[in-house]
């Protein structure tokens, strides 16, 4: 007779399994800092953009302006305003210059559903391949499945590369992302120009997931269901664990920055992990992390903990409840996923209660982002005046255990970046507050009687530590 597991159980045995699939050993070689080698860009060819409407306005000019190559990486591009202005655009620039090369690769679980909470559809799929019927299949848009199933790990890449530029962005592409209808999801948008850049990454697209055998066009109807890619999807992803960007390194010169990009898939032997931990143990005088959702791995808990305990200054920039992605206001139906919001602000609650005397003696400073209705997204690391990670990975569990990853790390021992990061900074914090005291957010007894039920079935079944994993 097949056993049936009491809640706790299942839960343990789903987290071991999380574990298990972010946590093997893949035998690569971590790099410390000072020996990661680097690409040496202009530093007045590194740019960042004030907001999303320049980001659109930014990606939309150089699909527009490509004469090479258009390589786009993102979560997903969605069937909604935004998203059909984009692949028009990249539609009409495959018309204009038919010796393009062209390739967008997306989530591929993610483009095959609909959105959270709203009926079941057949996703972002749908609009690619009708696009592809109407104005012919020049555009291939390919999906990546990093796991089996969206739960166990995305294909969370982000990078746009046109040309020798490289657009890097946590964003994803959608009208919130792209600021359409009055509404945006702040990210941080960065423009890069130079070849070698842009051939690093765009050689992890076309040279590792383009023709890889678990990697599928969306921009079809015909398209093999997950279960048949099963082998594939297993090889992709020990291929990827084993991947790192192509770099032609060299040393930084005169007004140079050194750019480092980062590839990071599973719990261990991950570069982009490692850096992380690395930059925060490294910070002496500051260091600032953005994160959108207040859930940090041990690791990046211990080392921030370990700074604040050497009296290094502390900024975390999260974003407020109300501007979480997940938020479902009060007076709208309440649906599970719209806990989400209340759990990282409780978390974000323990964590400046652990710390209250570091935030009293100024030595931490924790900001909650608000304005309007807008929401916040950001996510990276400025360190001292030295270095500088951007970033689409929300430095949370999921990320660092199963979802593939990349980042750009900034070496910039002239500090010459250090004025432009000050400003990017400020910008933020224009919507933001201080937080005084753990007080000042609200206590779990003041949520929603549906998110106040959650939460206590969720600690009384120990399914709260499962679930901190899989956010």
């Known amino acids: 007779m097949k056993k049936t597991l009491d809640p706790p159980s299942r839960a343990a045995a789903l987290l071991a399994l999380v574990r298990r699939l972010g946590g093997r050993r893949r035998g690569k070689t971590v790099i410390g800092l000072d020996a990661l080698p680097c690409i040496p860009v202009a530093a007045e060819r590194c740019r960042s953009l004030p907001g999303p409407a320049a980001f659109r306005e930014t990606l939309l000019q150089l699909i527009a302006g490509a004469r090479e190559r258009l390589l786009l990486s993102t979560l997903y591009l969605q069937d909604d305003d935004a998203g059909r202005e984009v692949l028009a655009a990249l539609h009409a620039a495959r018309l204009a210059r038919p010796e393009l090369q062209i390739a967008v690769f997306v989530d591929w679980h993610r483009a095959q559903r609909g959105l959270i909470g709203q009926a079941a559809s057949a996703g972002n799929a749908a609009l690619y391949a009708d696009m592809a019927s109407r104005l012919g299949r020049g555009v291939p848009i390919y999906g990546v499945p990093v796991q089996q199933r969206e739960l166990l790990g995305v294909m969370h890449l982000k990078g746009f590369v046109v040309d020798d530029a490289v657009l890097y962005s946590g964003a994803s592409l959608n009208d919130l992302y792209l600021y359409r209808h009055q509404r945006y999801r702040l990210d941080r948008y960065h423009l890069i120009e130079n070849r ?236 933001a507050r201080r937080l005084a005291s753990h007080q000042a957010l609200d206590r779990v007894d003041s949520y929603p009687a549906p998110v106040r039920r959650l939460i206590k079935r969720l600690a009384r079944t120990r399914a709260d530590r499962l679930v901190n994993q899989l956010l």
């Not at 664990?241 to 390194?249: D, L």
Request: proline share 6%; aromatic share 6%.
């Open 196 to 431: 070698p850049l842009a051939d690093s990454l765009a050689g992890l697209m076309t040279g590792t997931l383009q023709g890889d055998p678990a990697v599928r066009r969306l921009d079809s109807g015909a398209r093999p269901k997950t279960a048949a890619l099963r082998q594939a999807i297993v090889s992709l992803r020990r291929r990827l664990a084993q991947s790192s960007y192509p770099i032609a390194a060299a040393a930084i010169g005169d007004r140079q920055v050194g750019i480092t990009p980062l590839l990071g898939l599973g719990g261990r032997d991950n570069p982009l992990n490692a850096v992380i931990v690395q930059l925060i143990e490294r910070a002496a005088r500051r260091l600032v992390l953005f994160t959108p959702y207040f859930n940090l791995p041990g690791p990046v808990r211990r080392a921030i903990d370990e700074k604040i305990r050497q009296r290094c200054q502390v900024t975390i920039v999260v974003g407020d409840k109300t501007a979480n992605d997940y938020y479902i206001p009060v007076d709208q139906p309440f649906s599970t996923i719209g806990a989400l919001p209340y759990l990282y602000e409780a978390n974000l609650r323990r964590f400046c209660k652990t710390h209250q005397k570091a935030v009293e003696q100024g030595l931490l400073d924790l900001y909650l982002w608000r304005h309007e209705q807008h929401s916040f997204h950001l996510k990276g690391l400025l360190v001292d005046d030295d270095y500088a990670l951007l970033t689409g990975s929300n430095i949370n569990p999921r990320a660092w255990r199963l979802d593939l990853e990349n980042g750009l790390l900034i070496h910039d021992p002239q500090h010459c970046l250090v004025e432009q990061h000050r400003r990017e900074l400020e910008q933020v914090l224009t919507h």
